[in-house]
Protein backbone atom coordinates (compact mmCIF):
# COMPACT_ATOMS: atom_id res chain seq x y z
CA UNK A 1 0.00 0.00 0.00
CA UNK A 2 1.12 3.38 -0.75
CA UNK A 3 2.30 5.44 2.44
CA UNK A 4 2.11 9.28 0.86
CA UNK A 5 -0.75 11.58 0.86
CA UNK A 6 -0.89 12.26 -2.76
CA UNK A 7 -3.14 10.78 -5.20
CA UNK A 8 -3.84 7.25 -5.69
CA UNK A 9 -2.38 6.24 -9.02
CA UNK A 10 -4.14 5.55 -13.07
CA UNK A 11 -2.42 3.42 -15.85
CA UNK A 12 -2.95 5.50 -18.94
CA UNK A 13 -2.86 3.51 -22.44
CA UNK A 14 -1.02 5.56 -24.75
CA UNK A 15 -1.45 3.93 -28.11
CA UNK A 16 2.02 3.75 -30.65
CA UNK A 17 2.59 1.88 -34.28
CA UNK A 18 -0.37 -0.04 -35.27
CA UNK A 19 -1.30 -1.89 -32.18
CA UNK A 20 0.98 -0.94 -29.44
CA UNK A 21 -0.01 0.09 -25.76
CA UNK A 22 2.38 1.82 -24.19
CA UNK A 23 1.32 1.83 -20.32
CA UNK A 24 2.00 5.44 -18.38
CA UNK A 25 1.72 4.67 -14.61
CA UNK A 26 1.08 8.28 -12.95
CA UNK A 27 -0.28 10.47 -10.68
CA UNK A 28 -1.36 14.12 -10.89
CA UNK A 29 2.60 15.08 -11.09
CA UNK A 30 4.90 12.23 -12.05
CA UNK A 31 4.62 9.75 -14.81
CA UNK A 32 6.22 6.43 -14.92
CA UNK A 33 6.69 4.63 -18.79
CA UNK A 34 6.34 0.94 -19.29
CA UNK A 35 7.91 0.26 -22.51
CA UNK A 36 7.93 3.36 -24.84
CA UNK A 37 8.75 2.01 -28.18
CA UNK A 38 8.51 5.40 -29.40
CA UNK A 39 9.11 8.81 -27.43
CA UNK A 40 6.38 11.05 -29.43
CA UNK A 41 3.26 9.96 -28.22
CA UNK A 42 4.91 10.00 -24.58
CA UNK A 43 5.67 13.32 -24.52
CA UNK A 44 3.23 14.61 -26.09
CA UNK A 45 1.10 13.38 -23.62
CA UNK A 46 3.56 14.28 -20.34
CA UNK A 47 2.94 17.84 -21.86
CA UNK A 48 -0.93 17.77 -22.40
CA UNK A 49 -0.76 16.33 -18.73
CA UNK A 50 1.42 18.86 -17.27
CA UNK A 51 3.47 15.38 -15.77
CA UNK A 52 7.43 14.79 -15.22
CA UNK A 53 9.04 11.73 -16.04
CA UNK A 54 10.59 9.89 -12.77
CA UNK A 55 11.33 6.14 -14.75
CA UNK A 56 11.30 4.06 -17.40
CA UNK A 57 10.58 0.33 -17.49
CA UNK A 58 11.03 -1.98 -19.73
CA UNK A 59 10.09 -5.70 -20.32
CA UNK A 60 12.65 -7.01 -23.33
CA UNK A 61 14.79 -6.12 -26.42
CA UNK A 62 11.97 -5.44 -28.97
CA UNK A 63 12.56 -2.15 -30.76
CA UNK A 64 8.59 -1.33 -30.60
CA UNK A 65 9.48 -1.59 -26.47
CA UNK A 66 12.61 0.55 -26.07
CA UNK A 67 13.49 2.60 -29.04
CA UNK A 68 11.88 6.13 -27.73
CA UNK A 69 14.14 5.57 -24.60
CA UNK A 70 17.17 7.47 -26.00
CA UNK A 71 14.58 10.29 -26.76
CA UNK A 72 12.72 10.41 -23.54
CA UNK A 73 16.45 10.53 -21.63
CA UNK A 74 17.51 13.38 -23.73
CA UNK A 75 14.47 15.49 -21.75
CA UNK A 76 14.30 13.49 -18.75
CA UNK A 77 17.37 11.84 -16.51
CA UNK A 78 15.57 8.98 -15.12
CA UNK A 79 16.26 5.61 -14.17
CA UNK A 80 15.89 3.37 -16.84
CA UNK A 81 14.62 -0.40 -15.36
CA UNK A 82 15.26 -3.51 -17.40
CA UNK A 83 16.62 -7.14 -17.81
CA UNK A 84 20.36 -7.67 -17.39
CA UNK A 85 20.89 -7.44 -21.35
CA UNK A 86 23.30 -5.60 -22.38
CA UNK A 87 22.02 -4.92 -26.01
CA UNK A 88 19.41 -2.74 -24.22
CA UNK A 89 20.85 0.83 -24.33
CA UNK A 90 20.59 3.07 -21.02
CA UNK A 91 19.25 0.07 -18.39
CA UNK A 92 20.48 1.67 -15.22
CA UNK A 93 19.06 -1.36 -12.93
CA UNK A 94 19.07 -4.54 -14.43
CA UNK A 95 16.36 -6.65 -12.73
CA UNK A 96 16.05 -10.30 -11.73
CA UNK A 97 13.59 -12.56 -10.79
CA UNK A 98 12.54 -11.52 -7.22
CA UNK A 99 13.59 -8.28 -7.15
CA UNK A 100 11.75 -5.82 -5.70
CA UNK A 101 11.90 -1.55 -6.03
CA UNK A 102 10.02 1.49 -5.52
CA UNK A 103 8.92 3.56 -8.76
CA UNK A 104 10.33 6.90 -8.02
CA UNK A 105 8.43 9.80 -7.05
CA UNK A 106 5.49 7.29 -7.48
CA UNK A 107 5.43 5.44 -4.32
CA UNK A 108 4.23 2.17 -6.43
CA UNK A 109 6.37 -1.54 -5.21
CA UNK A 110 6.78 -3.43 -8.04
CA UNK A 111 8.14 -6.81 -7.83
CA UNK A 112 9.79 -8.90 -10.64
CA UNK A 113 9.21 -12.58 -12.67
CA UNK A 114 11.50 -13.73 -15.39
CA UNK A 115 9.28 -14.76 -18.32
CA UNK A 116 11.42 -16.54 -21.41
CA UNK A 117 10.11 -17.40 -24.03
CA UNK A 118 9.17 -14.42 -26.23
CA UNK A 119 12.37 -13.61 -25.93
CA UNK A 120 15.02 -14.84 -23.34
CA UNK A 121 15.36 -11.38 -21.68
CA UNK A 122 11.54 -11.33 -21.19
CA UNK A 123 10.88 -9.77 -17.64
CA UNK A 124 7.43 -8.80 -16.07
CA UNK A 125 6.75 -6.30 -13.50
CA UNK A 126 3.43 -7.42 -10.69
CA UNK A 127 2.52 -4.79 -8.25
CA UNK A 128 0.72 -6.86 -5.71
CA UNK A 129 -1.32 -3.41 -4.89
CA UNK A 130 -3.50 -1.94 -6.64
CA UNK A 131 -2.68 -5.55 -8.50
CA UNK A 132 -1.23 -4.68 -11.61
CA UNK A 133 0.71 -6.94 -14.00
CA UNK A 134 2.97 -5.41 -16.78
CA UNK A 135 3.92 -8.40 -18.84
CA UNK A 136 4.91 -7.01 -22.13
CA UNK A 137 4.49 -9.69 -24.99
CA UNK A 138 4.45 -12.73 -22.90
CA UNK A 139 0.86 -12.83 -21.78
CA UNK A 140 -2.05 -11.32 -24.39
CA UNK A 141 -5.68 -10.91 -23.78
CA UNK A 142 -6.80 -14.37 -25.62
CA UNK A 143 -3.26 -15.44 -26.46
CA UNK A 144 0.78 -15.47 -25.85
CA UNK A 145 3.71 -13.80 -27.24
CA UNK A 146 5.33 -15.72 -30.38
CA UNK A 147 7.86 -17.70 -29.45
CA UNK A 148 11.16 -15.95 -31.10
CA UNK A 149 13.91 -16.85 -28.86
CA UNK A 150 12.94 -19.12 -26.38
CA UNK A 151 11.87 -23.27 -25.89
CA UNK A 152 7.46 -24.03 -25.15
CA UNK A 153 8.97 -24.95 -22.04
CA UNK A 154 10.12 -22.14 -21.01
CA UNK A 155 6.91 -20.09 -22.02
CA UNK A 156 4.97 -22.78 -20.06
CA UNK A 157 6.62 -22.07 -16.96
CA UNK A 158 6.73 -18.33 -17.52
CA UNK A 159 2.81 -18.56 -18.28
CA UNK A 160 2.36 -20.31 -15.16
CA UNK A 161 3.77 -17.57 -13.30
CA UNK A 162 1.31 -15.18 -14.63
CA UNK A 163 -1.57 -17.49 -14.18
CA UNK A 164 -0.92 -17.73 -10.38
CA UNK A 165 -1.29 -13.89 -9.99
CA UNK A 166 -4.55 -13.07 -7.98
CA UNK A 167 -7.78 -13.39 -10.16
CA UNK A 168 -8.71 -9.88 -9.56
CA UNK A 169 -5.02 -8.90 -11.32
CA UNK A 170 -5.13 -6.39 -14.55
CA UNK A 171 -3.31 -7.77 -17.19
CA UNK A 172 -1.03 -4.68 -19.29
CA UNK A 173 -0.18 -6.34 -22.12
CA UNK A 174 1.45 -4.65 -24.53
CA UNK A 175 -0.73 -5.10 -27.88
CA UNK A 176 -4.38 -4.54 -28.74
CA UNK A 177 -4.39 -7.95 -30.77
CA UNK A 178 -7.62 -9.33 -28.49
CA UNK A 179 -9.89 -10.35 -31.43
CA UNK A 180 -7.50 -12.09 -33.28
CA UNK A 181 -6.46 -14.49 -30.68
CA UNK A 182 -10.33 -14.94 -29.88
CA UNK A 183 -11.11 -16.16 -32.86
CA UNK A 184 -8.28 -18.15 -32.91
CA UNK A 185 -9.47 -19.90 -29.20
CA UNK A 186 -12.65 -19.81 -30.70
CA UNK A 187 -11.80 -22.51 -33.25
CA UNK A 188 -9.39 -24.26 -30.38
CA UNK A 189 -12.28 -24.28 -27.80
CA UNK A 190 -16.12 -23.83 -29.70
CA UNK A 191 -18.15 -25.25 -26.42
CA UNK A 192 -16.31 -22.63 -24.01
CA UNK A 193 -19.06 -20.29 -23.12
CA UNK A 194 -17.31 -17.92 -21.60
CA UNK A 195 -14.78 -17.51 -24.61
CA UNK A 196 -18.00 -17.05 -26.44
CA UNK A 197 -19.38 -14.47 -24.07
CA UNK A 198 -15.99 -12.73 -23.89
CA UNK A 199 -15.95 -12.67 -27.59
CA UNK A 200 -18.63 -10.87 -28.09
CA UNK A 201 -17.94 -7.75 -25.15
CA UNK A 202 -14.23 -7.45 -27.08
CA UNK A 203 -16.05 -7.32 -30.46
CA UNK A 204 -18.38 -4.63 -29.14
CA UNK A 205 -15.43 -2.29 -27.19
CA UNK A 206 -13.48 -2.67 -30.87
CA UNK A 207 -16.54 -1.37 -32.68
CA UNK A 208 -16.59 1.64 -30.12
CA UNK A 209 -13.04 2.02 -31.05
CA UNK A 210 -12.25 1.22 -27.25
CA UNK A 211 -9.28 -0.95 -25.86
CA UNK A 212 -10.05 -4.26 -24.74
CA UNK A 213 -6.93 -4.09 -22.57
CA UNK A 214 -6.20 -4.36 -19.81
CA UNK A 215 -7.56 -7.75 -19.04
CA UNK A 216 -7.50 -9.83 -15.65
CA UNK A 217 -5.69 -12.87 -14.86
CA UNK A 218 -9.31 -14.28 -13.73
CA UNK A 219 -10.50 -13.81 -17.11
CA UNK A 220 -7.61 -15.27 -18.73
CA UNK A 221 -7.86 -18.23 -16.76
CA UNK A 222 -11.19 -18.92 -17.92
CA UNK A 223 -10.68 -18.07 -21.85
CA UNK A 224 -7.07 -18.65 -22.82
CA UNK A 225 -5.90 -21.30 -24.45
CA UNK A 226 -2.32 -20.62 -23.73
CA UNK A 227 -3.22 -20.65 -19.88
CA UNK A 228 -6.19 -23.88 -21.16
CA UNK A 229 -4.18 -26.39 -22.76
CA UNK A 230 -4.59 -29.20 -20.29
CA UNK A 231 -8.03 -28.81 -20.35
CA UNK A 232 -9.56 -32.55 -21.76
CA UNK A 233 -11.48 -30.54 -24.67
CA UNK A 234 -8.38 -28.41 -25.75
CA UNK A 235 -6.52 -32.03 -25.72
CA UNK A 236 -9.42 -33.54 -27.88
CA UNK A 237 -9.24 -30.88 -30.44
CA UNK A 238 -5.45 -31.08 -30.78
CA UNK A 239 -5.74 -34.50 -31.35
CA UNK A 240 -8.44 -34.38 -33.66
CA UNK A 241 -6.88 -32.02 -35.84
CA UNK A 242 -3.69 -33.49 -36.01
CA UNK A 243 -1.66 -31.60 -33.79
CA UNK A 244 -0.79 -33.74 -31.19
CA UNK A 245 0.25 -37.31 -30.29
CA UNK A 246 0.23 -37.69 -26.48
CA UNK A 247 -1.44 -35.62 -24.04
CA UNK A 248 1.25 -34.08 -22.22
CA UNK A 249 1.28 -30.69 -21.36
CA UNK A 250 4.45 -29.02 -22.74
CA UNK A 251 4.04 -30.60 -26.11
CA UNK A 252 0.27 -29.28 -26.08
CA UNK A 253 1.29 -26.23 -25.30
CA UNK A 254 3.71 -26.36 -28.20
CA UNK A 255 1.13 -27.73 -30.75
CA UNK A 256 -1.65 -24.89 -30.01
CA UNK A 257 1.30 -22.12 -30.17
CA UNK A 258 2.47 -23.94 -33.74
CA UNK A 259 -1.49 -23.82 -34.66
CA UNK A 260 -1.75 -20.15 -33.89
CA UNK A 261 1.48 -19.37 -35.51
CA UNK A 262 -0.16 -21.00 -38.97
CA UNK A 263 -4.08 -19.77 -38.14
CA UNK A 264 -5.28 -16.94 -40.76
ZN1 LIG B 1 8.30 -8.35 -28.49
Redesign the pocket.
Known sequence: MRMSLSKPLSVLAIPAFADNYLWLIHDDINAAIVDPGDAGPVLEVLRDRKLTLTAILLT?H?AD?VGGVPALLEKYRVPVYGPHNPAIAGITHPLSEGDRFTVPELGLALSVLEVPG??LDHIAYVADEPGWLFCG?TLFAGGC?RLFEGTPAQMVESLAKLAALPDRTAVYCAHEYTLSNLKFAREVEPQNNALLARFDAEQKKREQNQATVPSFIGLEKSTNPFLRYTEPAILDRLTSVGRLANREATPAFAALREWKNAYR
Open positions: HHHHTDG
